[in-house]
């Protein structure tokens, strides 16, 4: 399913899993199975679920326990999480433990450990080649988000010559080549992501690639295969509607749906940062702003290294008149990745220069 993006196979796992279950009731790994399926559906309370049950009938499968993990790191439960992911790396520390602590660890503010724990996943080695390949993407955009373009290029040119068809590693060389400026060669990686398998990040940043050149009928038909993409994911019960609001937002379409869809998802469960920060600048983009800021705080509590959050936060506390707050986050943000968005970037640039202008004022 990750590099397929074809979720109707979910349909045929959850059936087989089902029929093992009805063999063996007490089989832990066919429990584990249907935990995975509905954590791929974002049904995280099923997920967790059944992985408990999983863990219940085999306190040594470890894949009870990654699941549990990732449910929990979904759902904004980060110390639940810590918990699971360390009980699977006791029990099997390889590639698959390795790379959820990386993951976890990263966006809970410990780059620098999040970097060392995915080169060891990566270094350990997997059957799978898409598994490495999907290790090497993340940690390549892990040094992306702190503008270290050309480290970040060389992890995926590595990982491009093991595995030179794979849609994650060209959707973030994609990233990556954008960042640097080599504009054709970026929309030529998207390209090659994309006839792989649709993704809705690739098809929203080569949209904005497309509308950062001028392109604005490639834009619009890439935001529209985001749309199409969206119906067919939700008919086969595919859950993640928070992209939808995201998108929704930066783009300024829909913003009433975006704004719904959002509150909706935090007020049933979904309480990770990054539900935190889409919630902030969804609210944002309808005029709600003293309640943006009270989302932007949740998710500024991790120190997520992402620039996109502090840009949001700047923006937030820009228009309710915070201006100190206003300029520290767009610069943080500019300072940590100065190309962190084609189109996100030069609005930031563009606020703090106003900030600055209208600072000076002021002061005469």
């Known amino acids: 399913v990750r590099e397929s993006a074809d979720y109707s196979l979910c349909e045929h796992a959850m059936g087989a899993y089902e029929r093992a279950l009805a063999l063996d009731p007490r089989s832990s790994e066919a429990m584990a199975g249907l935990a995975w399926v509905h954590g791929v559906r974002h049904a995280f309370d099923d997920s967790i679920s059944w992985a408990r049950k999983a863990a219940e009938a085999d306190p040594r499968n470890p894949m009870a326990y990654g699941i549990q993990g990732d449910a929990a790191l979904e759902s904004g439960d980060y110390e639940a999480a810590f918990d699971s992911y360390q009980r699977m790396l006791d029990i099997r520390p390889d590639i698959s433990s390795y790379s959820r602590g990386a993951w976890l660890l990263y966006i809970t503010g410990d780059a620098r450990k999040g970097k060392w724990l995915m080169e060891k996943a990566i270094r350990s080695g997997a059957p799978y080649a898409e598994n490495t390949a999907w290790c090497r993407a993340q940690l390549a955009l892990m040094l ?193 990745n100065p190309r962190f968005d084609l189109l996100d970037a030069r609005v930031a640039s563009d606020t703090l220069r106003e900030l600055g202008d209208s600072t000076r004022r002021a002061k005469r």
């Open 144 to 336: 992306f988000h702190e503008g270290a373009f050309v480290p970040a290029q060389q992890v995926l040119e590595q990982g491009l010559k093991a595995a030179p068809e794979s849609p994650r590693l060209h959707a973030a060389m994609g990233r990556v080549k954008a960042a640097l400026g080599a504009f054709r060669e970026a929309v030529g990686h998207y390209r090659r992501a994309l006839n792989a398998a649709p993704d809705h990040r690739a098809l929203v940043e080569l949209g904005d690639l497309h509308r950062f050149l001028g392109e604005r009928a490639e834009a619009e038909r890439c935001y529209e295969e985001v749309e199409r993409l969206h119906r067919h994911l939700a008919s086969q019960g595919v859950g993640g509607a928070m992209h939808m609001a995201r998108f929704y937002a930066d783009h300024d379409r829909r913003l009433d749906e975006a704004l719904r869809i959002a509150e909706d998802d935090w007020n049933h469960g979904g309480r990770n940062v990054f539900d935190a920060d889409t919630l902030a600048w969804c609210r944002y983009k309808n005029g709600r702003f003293k309640e943006a800021r009270q989302a932007i705080r949740h998710a500024l509590k991790r120190r997520v290294p992402d620039a996109a959050i502090l840009f949001h936060a700047g923006m937030i506390c820009a228009r309710l008149g915070e201006r100190a707050a206003a300029q520290r986050f767009l610069h943080q943000a500019l300072s940590m």
